[in-house]
């Protein structure tokens, strides 16, 4: 039987990209360490500072959430109810409960209360691939309610950001390249960003939730089945099997040399939306767009059915 590398004791959990035996305990502990760590490097957050972090009800932004109440970070949450059948419902059910759980503030907003349908019905109503529409909707509300925190936090973990980072490689998207990084520093009137689990993988992620007791919803949205970012995983974790490191190496190794692109990045000039003043590079940002979009269309068909009925 394998000891833990720390204490000696009966090991639980293998990190085998990282060749290490942890009991329960320790692996906590370590995991929470590197949390920090990361938060330090990249000069995330401290602990005078009020951060809002997403969570989608998934076990990464729930654990992220309960780790940086557990380092004693000033959190809030922001959840969006998205409007998307039985996957919302169970979601914000998982964040209610461990809203009243772990004492958090935890802020909710509802997609159907802002355009009067879900995220597919908005889609479909607009003939627009669903995963591009609802990251402009989520992007958009995250930052209007982020106007009285200093610092914004999501869940991305190694996988996620590797997929990112692989699929940014494969299409040469510069421009994202240069903005694929754990912090972005505040810009106009978008908040500071920043991803604490950026080195820490989906298997440790999800282990930390569990031995935590963090009840958190395990199905993915059913709109991203298929998605290229879940394909590109499929991909880096064959790879790992056969290399171990891979992904951090992969990561890492970009981060050091981001620079690069940074310096070819376009730098677009950003104007305020004359309907909502948010920073834009049109007059008019995508989510008024969005909005303007459904009311012509609900207009239409009014209009349409009206005449039907003459
Ligand atoms: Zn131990
Ligand atoms: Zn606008």
């Not at 004791?9 to 502990?29: G, H, Q, T, Y």
């Not at 050091?256 to 104007?271: A, D, I, N, P, W």
């Not at 239409?300 to 039907?308: A, K």
Request: charged share 30%; proline share 2%; aromatic share 10%.
């Amino acid at each position: 039987m394998k000891k833990c590398r720390i204490c000696g004791k009966p090991a639980e959990v293998f990190l085998i990209s990282r060749n290490l035996a942890l009991c329960r305990r320790d692996f906590v502990e370590n995991f929470e360490k590197r949390v920090e760590k990361t938060i330090n490097k990249f000069r995330m957050a401290d602990r005078g500072e009020k951060i809002l972090v997403a969570v989608s009800g998934g076990k990464d932004s729930l654990a992220l959430l309960h780790v940086l109440k557990k380092l004693g970070y000033r959190v809030t949450g922001y959840h969006i109810n998205l409007g998307i059948g039985q996957y919302s419902h169970e979601s914000l059910k998982k964040v209610l409960d461990f809203q009243k759980k772990e004492g958090i503030e935890i802020i909710i907003e509802n997609v159907k209360e802002e355009f009067g349908m879900g995220i597919g019905e908005i889609s479909k109503l607009l003939r627009q691939p669903t995963c591009s529409i609802c990251g402009t909707i989520k992007r958009y509300m995250f930052n209007r309610t982020a106007g009285s925190f200093d610092v914004i936090a999501t869940g991305h973990n190694l996988d996620d950001e590797a997929a990112t980072l692989m699929g940014n490689v494969l299409n040469w998207q510069i421009e994202y390249l240069a903005r694929q990084y754990p912090v972005l520093e505040s810009k106009n009137n978008l908040k500071k960003k920043i991803k604490p689990f950026v080195f820490m993988s989906e298997y440790e992620t999800a282990t930390y939730a569990f031995l935590e007791d963090i009840d958190y919803i395990v199905e993915e949205c059913p709109y991203a089945t298929g998605a290229k970012s879940i394909f590109y995983k499929g991909i880096l974790n064959r790879v790992e099997d056969r290399m171990r490191g891979t992904k951090i190496h992969f990561l890492s190794g970009f981060f050091k040399q981001r620079g690069r692109f940074v310096s070819q990045e376009k730098r677009t000039e950003l104007k305020p939306c004359i309907k909502c003043g948010y920073m834009t590079t049109s007059n008019i940002c995508q989510f008024c767009r969005i909005k303007e979009k459904i009311n012509n269309k609900k207009g239409g068909n009014h209009e349409r059915n009206f005449l039907q009925n003459q």
